[in-house]
């Protein structure tokens, strides 16, 4: 285990938490009880260590802004502080400093199960600190209990024309909760700044509790003539989930568990993590906050590209007259994809420079439960032969898969073919991720964000004085 360095007060506080052994452990078991005042305990020693932290080094510079990074999309550029999660170009994610294959060995896993729960990851996430098994039943169980979703949420998921996106249906859901919110009620009676993070956890809580319901509620109303499915008592969210949309299947909910686990969070500059912490920076609560999260995500350069990876194959297929494709074939609608002026979904990223261990975790998902799979296959061959292709062209900075290249074809393995839904998987595992971030953003009091702009103009003038002062 990688915990012999700590490189800062979360993983100070994981140490600690290891070397101490048993009791340590039953402590922690006996917190399990309630992981608000466990949160409450730890948040609060960090927000002052780290309020020290920038006082005591205010003016440490952390990098420079170039021109090309304010026209580039602020790639590479030090904005913005997330705990729950860091992104290494080469390596991939780190949850609180442990990677996927790490987190498959070291999360708990449900009874007969392999893959971690999810619950584990947002206690992780959330507190910095490895859940125990007992801290994820607690949570499971925290989750049901609040997992009730208000009747006039399902009335405007109904009021949508057939033809809405679920990604419309869903945001526009997470709105509808609003009228829930904790933070909201509170701040509008009065409430001190200190106990902002309180109904922040709350209203955190009771939405990831109820996006299951809300999103298999979508699922069952487009594709099922809104014959819906009541939830099941005493499990955990994944299969609860699986059971909604109407699988109940031992794979199926190992599947949702990998799926809602790798999906939750990719450091905090991510479109939907930036989306919902700016939105949140200005104090809006967290069914505001998340669904515009939602709204970035459903852009097809960031989550709506697991849908539109299915949808490229689809057309594929559709221009050969069906079949599987051979190699060659693929190379030539690779080709032909780019000469339209297309991209080729699934590929690339702005920060990775590796194949994403996500698209490696559900390739060994694949290779495990669905080896012989026909559109497994496909996705192999074009993981063959895409990279290649990319890499010859000079202003592609990664040529290598992403998580979107490989979801849509376990889903639909298991009959979830309806592609235009795949985003919305992805969307409620993203809940978990920039929910605890929200949560400790609220709790360390950060301030409302608002970064400078500039006009061309500007520039120009910047550049004609430089070149002066250079004479
Ligand atoms: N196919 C074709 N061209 C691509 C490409 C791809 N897969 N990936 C990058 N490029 C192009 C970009 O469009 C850009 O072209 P222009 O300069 O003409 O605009 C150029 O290469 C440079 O791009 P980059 O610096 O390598 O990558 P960016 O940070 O600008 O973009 C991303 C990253 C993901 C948007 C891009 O790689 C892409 O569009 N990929 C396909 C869509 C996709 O799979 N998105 C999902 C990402 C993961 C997620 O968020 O869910």
Request: charged share 20%.
């Amino acid at each position: 285990m990688k915990l012999k360095s700590a490189k800062n007060y979360w993983e100070m506080e994981q140490l600690n938490h290891y070397t101490c052994g048993n009791i340590k452990n039953s402590a922690l078991q006996s917190m399990s009880l309630s992981l608000k005042s466990l949160f409450s305990e730890k948040i609060t020693t960090y927000a002052a260590e780290t309020k020290q932290l920038v006082a005591d080094n205010a003016n440490l510079k952390l990098g420079e802004i170039t021109l090309s990074q304010v026209f580039g999309g602020m790639k590479g550029m030090v904005g913005m502080i997330t705990e729950t999660s860091k992104l290494d170009p080469e390596e991939g994610i780190r949850f609180r400093g442990y990677s996927i294959p790490e987190l498959k060995n070291l999360l708990p896993k449900a009874e007969n199960g392999n893959e971690p729960l999810p619950e584990g990851i947002f206690f992780l996430m959330l507190t910095g600190i490895l859940p125990t098994e007992e801290d994820v039943k607690f949570l499971s169980a925290e989750w049901e209990k609040r997992s009730v979703v208000p009747d006039h949420v399902f009335k405007v998921i109904d009021a949508m024309p057939a033809h809405a996106h679920p990604m419309t249906q869903l945001s526009a859901a997470v709105l509808a909760l609003e009228t829930e919110s904790e933070f909201a009620s509170k701040y509008e009676k009065g409430l001190n700044k200190k106990d902002y993070w309180d109904p922040m956890f709350e209203d955190s809580m009771n939405l990831i509790a109820r996006l299951p319901r809300v999103a298999s509620y979508i699922y069952r109303k487009c594709y099922f003539n809104n014959n819906q499915i009541e939830p099941l008592k005493g499990a955990d969210w994944s299969s609860n989930f699986a059971h909604m949309m109407g699988f109940d299947n031992h794979e199926v909910s190992e599947l949702m568990r990998l799926y809602l686990t790798i999906h939750a969070d990719h450091e905090g500059g991510n479109v939907s993590a930036h989306a919902t912490h700016l939105v949140g920076s200005a104090l809006s609560d967290a069914y505001f906050s998340f669904s515009a999260g939602l709204n970035g995500l459903a852009g097809p350069l960031h989550g709506l590209a697991n849908q539109e990876v299915i949808r490229w194959i689809l057309d594929l297929q559709k221009e050969l007259g069906g079949g599987a494709p051979s190699k060659e074939q693929i190379v030539q609608f690779v080709h032909k994809t780019l000469s339209e002026g297309k991209v080729i979904p699934g590929y690339g990223h702005a920060v990775l420079r590796k194949t994403d261990p996500r698209f490696t975790a559900q390739m060994e998902f694949a290779k495990k439960y669905m080896p012989d799979d026909d559109i497994c296959s496909i996705i192999w061959n074009i993981y063959d032969v895409v990279p290649e292709i990319l890499s010859t062209i000079k202003k592609i900075q990664n040529p290598w898969p992403n998580v979107d290249a490989h979801s849509g074809a376990l889903l639909i393995h298991y009959g979830i073919k309806q592609y235009d839904f795949f985003t919305v998987l992805f969307g409620v595992s993203r809940s978990l991720g920039v929910l605890a971030q929200l949560t400790i953003s609220r709790a360390m009091g950060l301030p409302i964000e608002r970064p400078g702009s500039i006009t061309s103009t500007w520039i120009k003038n910047k550049v004609a004085s430089t070149q002066i002062s250079e004479k």
